[in-house]
């Protein structure tokens, strides 16, 4: 009788996953050491690639305003206030022990609060399934994969434009993409008519990927009246909603404000999905904490949901970092911390305001042929230029300002000390447009 180790031997040879000696004998010593001889590298990433340039580039004058990263009018790396004080509450305090497979109990009930509202009836209700995630980006993966695993013939709608990941999200979880329209490059403004075109023509209980504020990359958000009526017609299409809602304070300075078109859909009586991010809100950028929720029929479901949400976690990450979610949950939890929050994030807002009319202004100062009405009248953290790859590379090569080839200024990184420098730039390579 073959051995149990001889069976699975066996199995693996099958499965390709090992050799038998004759094989490995056959392979020679040149592709005995090519294993990965046929990897070529990866394509750049768009953002992220942005900023490996950046640091590689010794120039003094060197501007980055790729990555959305909040700078303050130093140009250095922000910790809010807040923060530091829930770390001086936490130190010493804290054991390393794992959170449970769905993270931070206390920092997802103050999550809930934040997107639903302090006293959503929903919440109360425990109608929604919610874990903690790795930031926005696993919020958003996490989805993708409990949508391909429970609906395999699902497909997402995703806007044209929208942040690039996005794309990458959904492919490697398998879910096909179809897009709808969201801009129009003319006006610099939403191209509302289309966009409910797209709605009203997808194919009924379709998944639709919305930004809840602060679109990005176009810095360009429906306002509350068209909200109401995407939120209509997805209700006559019984289309679900999906909210990847990274900039939660960015858009208004209120956090509460930005969460309005989440209302809507609320109020309306959608189901909704929703991806939350701390790293731009509170500066938590590389703590990774992040939330995802979906709004359920009932309890029953939402626990069913949740545990699927957990075992889909568990073989890819087991389950979250303890750190920045105990950061997250003492200031939201303390009412103190919590509106010292809220004054830290309008200032991170209120700045980027300011840098918005500082470039405009200088670029209207310089006498550029162009209108720049568009950067004042968009919000957030981006402003979608309208300068073309060609121009953007001309300000990478000759004035060593790095940021995404679609046009995309990442405001948070505009100061009172690059703004002249950089509408000057600006204007040079626009000027002949
Ligand atoms: N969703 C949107 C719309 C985003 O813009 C970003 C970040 C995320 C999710 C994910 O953020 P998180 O995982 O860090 O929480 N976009 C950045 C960074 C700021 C990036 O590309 O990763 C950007 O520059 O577009």
């Not at 996953?17 to 004759?22: E, K, L």
């Not at 919590?338 to 209120?350: N, Q």
């Not at 209207?364 to 073309?388: A, D, R």
């Amino acid at each position: 009788m073959a051995s149990m180790a001889a069976i699975s031997r066996g199995l693996l040879k099958r499965r390709g996953i090992v050799r038998s000696p004759a094989a490995v004998a056959g392979l020679g010593a040149r592709s005995m050491a090519s294993w990965f001889g046929h990897v070529e590298p990866a394509a750049k990433d768009p953002i992220l690639g942005v900023t490996e340039a950046f640091l590689a580039d010794p120039s003094p004058d060197k501007v980055n305003v790729g990555v959305g990263a909040y700078r303050d009018d130093n140009g250095k790396p922000v910790v809010l206030e807040c923060v530091r004080e829930a770390e001086r509450r936490i130190a010493g305090h804290l054991n390393m022990e794992y959170l449970p497979m769905g993270g931070s109990i206390n920092m997802i009930a103050e999550s809930l609060k934040l997107a639903y509202g302090e006293d959503s009836e929903f919440i109360k209700d425990k109608k929604i399934a919610a874990v903690q995630a790795l930031s926005g980006t696993g919020a958003c993966r996490l989805f993708a994969d409990f949508q391909k695993r429970f609906l395999p013939d699902s497909q997402i709608y995703i806007p044209i434009p929208t942040w690039s990941n996005h794309h990458n999200i959904w492919r490697d979880a398998c879910v096909p993409q179809r897009t709808f329209r969201y801009y129009h490059p003319e006006t610099r403004g939403l191209d509302f008519a289309s966009l409910m075109d797209d709605i009203k023509n997808a194919p009924n209980g379709s998944f639709f990927l919305l930004h809840a504020c602060a679109h990005n990359p176009t810095g360009v958000d429906p306002s509350e009246e068209q909200w109401r009526e995407i939120s209509h017609q997805f209700k006559v299409k019984n289309h679900f909603p999906f909210f990847d809602m990274a900039y939660q304070g960015f858009a208004s300075g209120d956090p509460e404000k930005d969460a309005k078109a989440i209302r809507i859909f609320l109020e309306d009586g959608h189901l909704i999905g929703c991806a939350q991010s701390y790293a731009k809100n509170m500066g938590l950028y590389g703590q990774r904490v992040g939330c995802l929720s979906i709004l359920c029929e009932d309890e029953l479901q939402a626990v069913a949901v949740k545990s699927q949400l957990q075992q889909i976690a568990r073989p890819m990450y087991s389950n979250p970092p303890v750190h920045g979610a105990l950061i997250v949950s003492t200031i939201l939890g303390d009412p103190e911390l919590k509106s010292l929050w809220l004054r830290e994030v309008k200032g991170m807002a209120d700045r980027i305001i300011g840098m918005r009319k500082a470039l405009r202004d200088n670029l209207e100062k310089l006498g550029s042929p162009l209108s720049w009405e568009h950067v004042t009248n968009q919000i957030g953290m981006f402003c979608y230029s309208g300068m073309t790859p060609e121009q953007v590379d001309r300000l990478t090569n000759e004035f060593h300002i790095y940021m995404t080839r679609n046009g995309r200024i990442s405001m948070a990184g505009v100061t009172t000390g690059n703004v002249g420098y950089l509408a000057n730039a600006i204007h040079e390579v626009t000027k002949s447009a």
